[in-house]
């Protein structure tokens, strides 16, 4: 009986467990999400504060993103080698301690490295709280586990431009990076006490593509630079930089070929299904992006709203974001994540198509049912493909794999800045916001998300075409091969 007794009580222990973990990956999400948008508010106090062009202290945000963008592979598979769990606790700790840095910069150039350590911390927590679901809850629930960590990725990226707003108004531009420190170190508190400790695969444990690294690093560093430099004009650093961009991937995937214990298996991508993955969160990635983009312009200049209103409209966006994300988990595990995906890409299809046929006649409410609309299938989307692509992935690759996925959509929101842009402006003829007409500004509207309308059916198209399988399908898979 006290046998009995004691066995009955462990699941509910694991239960709590489980919650206290998530809890942890939860909190890594946010703290990186607000790291990003936190800083954007801030950047003309900064130029004041630190006697900085605004094209100078645009590094303070770039420098974050490319760290992200640059590494988020490289760290997946370093986690994947030497402990996931461990590499965690070290990126939330270099988070914390780049935070306290920013917020003692006593210039610019400290202030950017600063923000490129926080940005590799970042990279380290964005890419092991996805690879770390699967070790921390059970299967039948990996789809509530990604709408959380969605709706927490939302939660930040809504939450920073107020809360830079507060903080700068009462304690000046340090409180941007210092009010990571404490949220930090209770994070890394959290995460030490109840993620669980596992021991590490011992294939290839010993070795570490450090080639593979650096090419790839620089290949994806080139490739963003050549879609953020030039304030979207396109000129012949942009193509250097975009040249240097595929050199240095020609020079990663060589050296891959070559490797005892590559970065990233090439073979990985014979897998159709990921590719299906990976290539519609990056279509995805680059229509989200034209929303961040266009609404600013077609709200104060199309509608003609205040500044104060225009902002209030744009968090319509990462509002639903942030409340959408966990029933979309829910659904993806009640209803199986590939209906879902197809549902969320179906749905951004929708939103698209509205946004494409919006006119100012229709006023907020027509925008803004739209960006609800677009949103909601992201939402639907992300949590759906994030389930799929993570449940099939093997223990040992759960990290790189990860990154990947991270990969392809900072991939997709810098091409969507650069080239959904740059058509907007073409389409707007917006060489001066101050002399562009509402009417051009919708056509400009319109233009894009025609654009992004073909997008979505091609990624549609290709979710229907490749489909990823079920975690189920997958468990049972592996469970044969063993």
Request: hydrophobic content about 55%; aromatic content about 6%.
């Amino acid at each position: 009986m006290k046998l009995l007794k004691s066995g009955s009580g462990l699941p509910a222990q694991r239960r709590l467990s489980s919650r206290w973990a998530l809890a942890s990956l939860a909190l890594s999400t946010l703290l990186a999400s607000l790291g990003a948008s936190v800083a954007t508010v801030g950047l003309p106090t900064l130029a004041q504060a630190l006697d900085a062009s605004f094209q100078q202290v645009q590094w303070v945000v770039l420098a974050y993103l490319l760290a992200i963008t640059t590494l988020i592979v490289s760290v997946g598979r370093l986690g994947d080698l030497i402990g996931r769990r461990k590499l965690l606790l070290m990126g939330i700790a270099l988070f914390t301690l780049a935070s306290a840095l920013c917020g003692v910069a006593p210039s610019l150039g400290w202030l950017v490295a600063g923000r490129a350590l926080q940005g590799l911390g970042a990279a380290v927590m964005m890419t092991l709280t996805l690879a770390l679901v699967g070790e921390t809850v059970a299967q039948e629930k990996t789809g509530s586990a990604m709408g959380l960590l969605a709706t927490l990725s939302a939660v930040g990226t809504a939450l920073g431009p107020s809360m830079g707003g507060l903080l700068i108004s009462r304690f000046g531009w340090q409180a941007l990076f210092l009010v990571n420190v404490p949220l930090g170190l209770l994070t890394l508190l959290l995460a030490w006490r109840a993620l669980p400790s596992r021991p590490t695969a011992n294939a290839e444990r010993t070795r570490f593509d450090v080639t593979g690294t650096l090419l790839l690093a620089l290949a994806l560093a080139a490739y963003a630079l050549a879609m953020t430099t030039g304030r979207g004009d396109f000129g012949w650093v942009n193509g250097a930089l975009l040249l240097a961009a595929v050199c240095g991937g020609g020079l990663f995937i060589l050296s891959q070929t070559r490797a005892a214990a590559p970065l990233i298996h090439l073979a990985l991508f014979r897998d159709r299904q990921l590719v299906s993955g990976l290539a519609t969160s990056a279509l995805v990635a680059t229509v989200m992006m034209a929303t961040l983009l266009v609404g600013p312009f077609y709200l104060s200049i199309a509608l003609g709203l205040p500044a104060t209103l225009v902002g209030l409209v744009l968090t319509a966006g990462p509002c639903v974001a942030a409340l959408a994300g966990v029933p979309a988990g829910y659904l993806a595990d009640r209803f199986g994540v590939v209906p879902m995906r197809r549902a969320g890409l179906a749905t951004l299809v929708l939103g698209c198509l509205m946004l494409s046929l919006v006119t100012p006649g229709l006023g907020i409410v027509g925008y803004v049912t739209s960006i609800v609309v677009t949103t909601f299938g992201y939402a639907l989307f992300q949590t759906a493909t994030n389930t799929a692509v993570m449940a099939g992935v093997a223990a040992n690759r759960r990290g790189v794999i990860a990154g990947l996925l991270n990969l392809s959509r900072n991939l997709g929101f810098f091409t969507g800045a650069s080239v959904l842009g740059a058509i907007f402006a073409a389409a707007s003829a917006m060489d001066d916001t101050r002399q562009a007409t509402p009417e051009a500004l919708t056509d400009g509207l319109h233009m894009t998300f025609g654009i992004a309308l073909a997008l979505m059916v091609l990624a549609l198209v290709t979710a229907f075409r490749y489909r990823v399988p079920e975690p189920s399908d997958n468990h049972q898979q592996v469970t044969c091969e063993r």
